[in-house]
């Protein structure tokens, strides 16, 4: 489990988080975030995407914790794998760190071990040893990464997505991603259907508070009061990013 100053740390640091009201449906039945790309997002050549264009970008990933995730489809179909985002870009001693909300062991963690002339002891080892470069992170879901070294320019690169992205949201904690390479709104992401309470964090490294935190709130027949905002009051303009991950 991450433990880098502003991670959550133990459960009381999760608890204290969901008494905040992060839960994106207070029936008990699980919802899904059903993210659908528009061409519009993306000037590809002429201005169309397809299934066959592939893209690049760029993300930074400092020293310590990091919420990531992936924004392109594998070339050629499939999930995108742990050895094929990370190879050994990171260095030995790094870690990425799975959620699986409910679960009594929540957090998976996959550390690179690098070990010259020895490819077979070389990549990505999950906590019991097993090598682990095949394990897949899922378009639409967030992971943690521990860089354990000098800040690194990691550059993602895969095919450019033009179908929706299903994430089943249950109630309490989950990392998601928005699938896609483009920033978009996050008062205009088509799919979320957030409900009144609703809460997503955002976590940047290295500052002073590293958590933010945007409130969705509902008020009938008041657009103005209705919509996500930020801890002052203000209605955000956050854009989700391409490759960041987000606590919902």
């Known amino acids: 489990m991450p433990r880098?100053?502003?991670s959550l740390q133990d459960s009381s640091n999760i608890n204290a988080i969901e008494k905040r009201g992060m839960k994106m449906n207070f029936t008990g039945v699980k919802a899904t975030f059903?993210?659908?790309?528009?061409?519009?997002?993306?000037?590809?050549?002429?201005?169309?995407?397809?299934?066959?264009?592939?893209?690049?970008?760029?993300?930074?990933?400092p020293t310590g914790l990091s919420l990531m995730s992936v924004p392109f489809e594998k070339v050629g179909g499939g999930e995108t794998t742990l050895g094929e985002v990370f190879q050994n870009r990171?260095?030995?001693?790094?870690?990425?760190y799975l959620f699986t909300p409910g679960s009594s062991t929540p957090y998976r963690a996959y550390t690179y071990i690098?070990?010259?002339g020895q490819p077979n002891f070389t990549g990505w080892f999950d906590e019991n040893g097993v090598k682990s470069d095949d394990t897949t992170l899922p378009r639409g879901e967030g992971f943690w990464v521990k860089n354990v070294g000098a800040p690194v320019s990691l550059t993602f690169k895969g095919q450019?997505?033009?179908s929706e992205v299903t994430v089943t949201l249950p109630i309490g904690l989950k990392l998601i991603g928005f699938g896609f390479p483009a920033d978009v709104d996050l008062q205009s992401v088509q799919g979320l259907n957030p409900r009144d309470g609703d809460v997503l964090f955002a976590y940047r490294n290295g500052e002073a508070q590293p958590y933010k935190s945007y409130t969705y709130i509902y008020e009938p027949g008041q657009p103005d009061f209705?919509?996500?905002?930020?801890?002052?009051?203000?209605?955000?303009?956050?854009?989700l990013e391409p490759g960041v991950g987000y606590w919902y």
């Open 4 to 6: 880098d100053d502003g």
């Open 160 to 162: 450019v997505p033009v």
């Open 34 to 61: 059903v993210a659908t790309f528009l061409s519009a997002l993306l000037a590809v050549g002429a201005g169309a995407a397809s299934s066959n264009v592939v893209g690049l970008i760029q993300v930074e990933i």
């Open 90 to 96: 990171l260095g030995d001693g790094a870690v990425v």
């Open 226 to 239: 209705t919509g996500w905002f930020d801890d002052s009051g203000t209605k955000t303009d956050l854009k």
């Open 114 to 116: 690098y070990e010259e």
